[in-house]
């Protein structure tokens, strides 16, 4: 039975994303050889940390958790690809390991899916290949007695990008996810890349653009607002754009409500369990982050709701209980 195209099951119900990946990871109490074995056993560089390469060294933990999250009601998960560029993994020595770990990553992700939608074919679940920020910026310099100097150059981004974009297509995603957006340079040689990527390959794959408001400023961390975020990609022909990270619920709903009323797209939303504690550690319940969640539902915020650091399936169980519950959000006429 062939899988019901996302771009217009999202016109009938809140669709659920799945949360945390590096929350559930930390739960497995790993060690150095965990992130080595069978693909990196004489590596010169410490790996413990470097979450990727579990799609490579230990698949059956990143199937697992794919699993849960979709056990929980999520229609779609993210693979676990976070940093799977060349530029992320330069800080390990592992630029030639990229297309496998988005290969890979993408592969047991959609083995994951397909066993779920078969299972239930009523409620098909999807696959989105998460594209993260890296962690260089093209826009703001890292040495403040140098204002010009950039640690990386728009083409470089295009490059790794494509790279990954490749691997991510081959694997089997459904969706690609461009993601924790603090420059949103970055994002556009990441959405550059997915349009060369998608003619060369001819492929149409939905893309979904999420933001991150690093504080109570309401700006990204290059200084936009979100509503410049959002024109500035509005030009793109993208599937949804929102908002993740940083912030709890509670905070992200004012600059949710900016996106409702602005984008010409679905929008989603993937909060935090709260704001980290002293410890670094999230510690709202299911619970609350679900009474806050509601209130987006309730005004009709989002298409696309789930949940990001410090969330687990006992979050995501919570909000897809809640989704159900509440209308599609529609988009506004511009």
Known sequence: MKKRDIRELVKER????????????????????????????????????????????????IKEIHAKYFEAGADICETNTFSGTTVA?????????????????????KEVADEFS?????KPRYVA??????????????????????????????EAYSLQVKALIEGGVDLLLVETIFDTLNAKAALYAIDVVQEEMKTDLPIMISGT???ASGRTLTGQTTEAFLISISHLPVFSVGLNCALGAKELRQYLKIMDDKAPFYVSAHPNAGLPNS????????????????????????????????????HIRVIADLAKKHEVRKIKSQ
């Open 279 to 314: 410890f670094g550690e999230y510690e709202e319940t299911p619970e609350i982050m679900g009474e806050q969640i509601e209130e987006f539902l309730k005004e009709g915020l989002v298409n696309i709701i789930g949940g990001c650091c410090g969330t687990t399936p006992a």
């Open 118 to 122: 078969a299972r239930e074919p009523n």
């Open 14 to 61: 809140i669709l659920v994303l799945d949360g945390a990946m590096g929350t559930m990871i930390q739960q497995y109490d790993l060690e150095e050889e965990d992130f080595r074995k069978g693909w990196f056993e004489d590596h010169v560089k410490p790996l413990k940390g470097n979450n990727d390469l579990l799609s490579l060294t230990r698949p059956e933990i």
């Open 129 to 158: 290949g998460a594209i993260g920020p890296t962690n260089r910026t093209c826009s703001i310099s890292p040495d403040v007695n140098d204002p010009a100097f950039r640690a990386i150059t728009f083409d470089e981004l295009v």
């Open 89 to 109: 993994q330069a800080d390990y020595d592992l630029e030639k390991a990229v297309y496998d770990i988005n290969f890979q990553s993408a592969k047991i992700a």
């Open 213 to 215: 408001i690093t504080d």
